[in-house]
Structures are given as C-alpha cells and as structure tokens.
Nanobody
Framework: QVQLVESGGGLVQPGGSLRLSCVAS????????MGWYCQTPGKQRELVAT???????NYRDSVKGRFTISRDNAKNTVYLQMNSLKPEDTAVYYC????????WGQGTQVTVSS
C-alpha cells in the first residue's frame, strides 16, 4: 500500500496563490499517471489535473490557465501550483493515481476568501 501525504493548503485571498505538495511513501511516480482531486462538503471527489509519467498534463476547464501540475519522480512528489485563486476553488485537495488506486490521504484544505 502507498501512503500519500498532502500539504501546502491554507487560507488565501481571491487572486492569491498556493503551492500544494504530495509525497508518496515509496517510489511510484515513475510508473503511474498522477492526479490532483478536490472535494467540497456533500459532493463527490472530482479530478482537477493529471500528469503522465512523460509529463503530459490535463486540466479541467475551470482551472485551465491558473493551475499547473508538475512532478518530481526522484522525490516521489507531485505539485499543484494554484494561481489566481477564486472562492469556488475552496475545497480539500487530494492526490492519487489517475484513476485512483490507493487509499486517500488526509488531504489539504484550501480556503479562498476575503
């Protein structure tokens, strides 16, 4: 089993930026497409962005041009740079393979509010 630990969330004003990190407990990133997901209360977890082992990325429409996913396979880490944040980005953010394969981590809360 792989443990995933997300960090980097917080409270930020609209228009601000955050950088999320996700570290895996063992070397897996060189094999799997990784994704960042978000979840708000009462809703299912949704895929936000993905990155393949070759570095190809894909984003859902609402974050295109604002969020950037990247990975460092040597560090077993995937990142999500979040710029121009909006209140509707408020959610708990998780990482996992895409499609998800492992138990979910604790996530990291992102709150965008003035």
């Amino acid at each position: 089993q792989v443990q995933l630990v997300e960090s980097g969330g917080g409270l930020v004003q609209p228009g601000g930026s955050l950088r999320l990190s996700c570290v895996a407990s063992r070397s897996i990133f060189g094999v799997y497409t990784m994704g960042w997901y978000c979840q708000t209360p009462g809703k299912q977890r949704e895929l936000v962005a993905t990155i393949t082992t070759y570095g190809s990325t894909n984003y859902r429409d609402s974050v295109k041009g604002r969020f950037t996913i990247s990975r460092d396979n040597a560090k077993n880490t995937v990142y999500l740079q979040m710029n121009s944040l909006k209140p509707e980005d408020t959610a708990v953010y998780y990482c996992n393979a895409s499609p998800h394969m492992w138990s979910w981590g604790q996530g990291t809360q992102v709150t965008v509010s003035s």
